[in-house]
Structure formats: structure tokens, C-alpha cells
């Protein structure tokens, strides 16, 4: 199973309420979909130093680990079997401007303007809460064989209010 992270930086407009740093991915899984900055674990990193790694390789922001607050851990099943564990995080503490990367558009977006049909299917059902500041876990089903973006959504459970272990917050 891949493990995977996700990372939602947030900041305050004075006037237009908050806002979440999206990006529009480039390449691979989710192509031309909105997700946060995020990816797979290299070997011997940290969930935590994984999502330092992966946003500032895409976007360009410069987070401390200890800014990344544990916001959810997702498991994809992809017909019945463990496909991605991946740990969200969101952040309102990073230095930098978000920069285009080869991997990905980066976009400030109001929290209540994300675009959820162009997102993978399941993000509506936890990215609202998780941007309201809740905690989750979640399990995503899908089925119709690889890769998991053409697969279909076929359910889901969620559990909201949830605390992480120590050694995974
Ligand atoms: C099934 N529903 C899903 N809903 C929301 N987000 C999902 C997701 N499934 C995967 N993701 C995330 O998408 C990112 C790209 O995955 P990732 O492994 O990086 O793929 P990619 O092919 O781009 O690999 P590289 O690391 O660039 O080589 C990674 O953060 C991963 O957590």
C-alpha cells in the first residue's frame, strides 16, 4: 500500500474571509483535478516531513513540521484492497509565495468557493470539515480496477472528531 500526504495551507483575507492554497495537478494520479500539495513517502521520511518535502517541491511554500496540524487520515481501498493511507494536514504558519511547479498550478481559493466537481470524488465528503478545522477518518471505496482515478466511487465511513495516535500527529 502507498502511503501518501496531503497539505492545506489557509490564511485570513481581511475582507474575503479564509482562503485554501489548492493546486491544479500537472501530472500523475488526479491529473487536471484540484487537490492540496501532497504525495508519497520516500524512504525513511516521516508522514509530517513527507508534507514539508511535497509543498515546498510544488508550490514552493516553506512550512515547520511542527506548523502541520493532523487533520485526517484517509485509507482508498481499490476493489477490496488497501490502495493509499494518506495523512492530511492543514497549516496556517509557511513562509513564501506559492510559485508554478512542473508538478503543479497552485491557486488561493475561498474555502467556500472550492471546487469540488473538479476534485476527486470523495473530497467534498471530508475537505469541508477538514477546512472548518475538524479531525476525520475516512475509508474510500472504489472499484473497477487501476489506475484509482478511473475507478469508480462506490462508498464510504466517517468518522468525525478523531485523535492520532502520538507518533502520528
Ligand atoms: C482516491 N481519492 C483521493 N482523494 C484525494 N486525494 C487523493 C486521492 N487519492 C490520492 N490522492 C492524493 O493525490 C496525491 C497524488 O498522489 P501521488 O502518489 O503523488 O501520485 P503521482 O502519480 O502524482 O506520484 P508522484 O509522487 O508525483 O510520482 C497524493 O497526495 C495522494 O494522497
Redesign the pocket.
Known amino acids: 500500500m ?1 502511503e ?3 497539505c492545506f495551507p489557509m490564511r485570513e483575507r481581511s475582507d474575503d474571509g479564509t482562503e485554501v492554497l489548492l493546486i491544479e ?1 500537472r ?4 491529473e487536471g483535478w484540484y ?2 500539495p ?3 513517502l520516500e524512504a525513511g521520511e516521516t508522514p509530517r516531513e513527507c508534507a514539508v518535502r ?1 509543498t515546498r517541491e510544488e508550490v514552493g511554500l516553506e512550512v515547520e513540521p511542527g506548523a502541520l496540524e493532523k487533520a485526517g487520515e ?1 485509507t ?1 481501498l481499490l476493489d477490496g484492497e488497501a490502495h ?1 493511507f ?1 495523512h492530511v494536514y492543514r497549516t496556517r504558519s509557511f513562509t513564501g509565495e506559492p510559485t508554478t511547479s512542473d ?1 503543479a498550478y497552485p491557486e488561493w481559493v475561498a474555502v467556500d468557493d472550492v471546487p469540488y466537481e473538479q ?2 470524488d ?2 467534498h465528503l471530508w475537505l469541508p470539515g477538514v477546512l472548518e478545522g475538524k479531525t476525520v477518518a475516512g475509508e ?1 471505496r ?1 472499484e473497477g480496477g487501476k489506475p ?1 482515478d478511473k475507478a469508480e466511487f462506490v462508498g464510504h465511513d466517517l468518522e468525525w472528531g478523531v485523535s492520532f495516535a502520538a507518533g502520528q500527529k
Not at 27 to 30: H, I, S
Open positions: 502507498r501518501t500526504t496531503l495537478k501530472r500523475g494520479l488526479g487537490n492540496g501532497g504525495g508519497k511535497e484517509l482508498f493509499t494518506c508538478e476534485m476527486w470523495d473530497d474510500f472504489f484509482l
